[in-house]
């Protein structure tokens, strides 16, 4: 079955300093999309990418898909505290069932 | 609060009891996700709908746990004859399920306890 992996599993980065995760899947995407939980939370959607090689910004937050659709990245240019908690990127939808990757817990040190 | 509502949010069991949860959607949500998550792992996808059509079912799940969407709004999951191994914090989301939009809408959970 598909699978979705990520790294790092954990990291722990001083306030200011960049971060990035890395998620790549056993099979092609149709989409990704990425969610951060906080601790005690619920994930929360962050974003959806569809198209081969496309990247999208949110203030901070870069996402990036693979032009093999197969990966993809989250990175975050200097952290704030409030950039706590586990982020985890997601394969699959619409008509296919969606499979979690293993996350990647992000500590930010003030 | 994302619209979704689950309940319980926490029930604690003996093993062997049944137990059943419910999740209301957002009104307007086609699909409806179930999936179960224990401390420091990722969501793992249990089941779909698709309105009250169940599309897809996880192998991992074995034949104690069902679910149901029946009239395309609120969903139950039931765990049967429910052991250790069940205990978990119990997801529930829907998303728009028009087009490409895959956004996914989680509730707060439900956190099973099997004692």
């Known amino acids: 079955g598909q699978q979705v992996m990520q790294i790092p599993q954990y990291q722990h980065v001083q306030e200011g300093e960049d971060f990035t995760t890395y998620c790549n899947s056993s099979t092609t995407l149709s989409n990704i999309q990425w969610y951060k939980q906080r601790p005690g939370g619920h994930p929360v959607f962050l974003i959806q990418l569809v198209k081969s090689g496309e990247v999208k910004k949110q203030k901070r937050l870069t996402f990036q898909f693979g032009e093999a659709k197969k990966n993809s990245s989250l990175h975050i240019t200097a952290t704030q505290t409030t950039d706590v908690g586990t982020y985890f990127c997601a394969g699959g939808g619409g008509y296919q069932k969606v499979t979690f990757g293993t996350g990647t817990k992000l500590q930010v040190i003030p | 609060d994302t619209g979704v509502s689950q309940d319980p949010r926490h029930k604690i069991t003996k093993r062997g009891q049944n137990v059943t949860f419910r999740c209301d959607p957002i009104?307007?949500?086609?699909?409806l996700y179930w999936y179960r998550q224990t401390l420091g792992q990722g969501p793992e996808f249990l089941t779909y709908f698709q309105n009250e059509a169940q599309l897809e079912k996880s192998r991992l799940l074995s034949d104690r746990f069902s679910a149901e969407r029946p009239k395309g709004s609120f969903s139950t999951l039931e765990i049967q004859r429910t052991e250790q191994g069940d205990s978990a914090m119990y997801l529930c989301?829907?998303?728009?399920?028009?087009?490409?939009?895959?956004?996914?809408?989680f509730g707060p959970g439900t956190r099973l306890t099997v004692l």
């Open positions: 009104s307007e949500h086609n699909r």
């Open positions: 989301a829907s998303s728009p399920g028009t087009g490409f939009n895959n956004e996914q809408f």
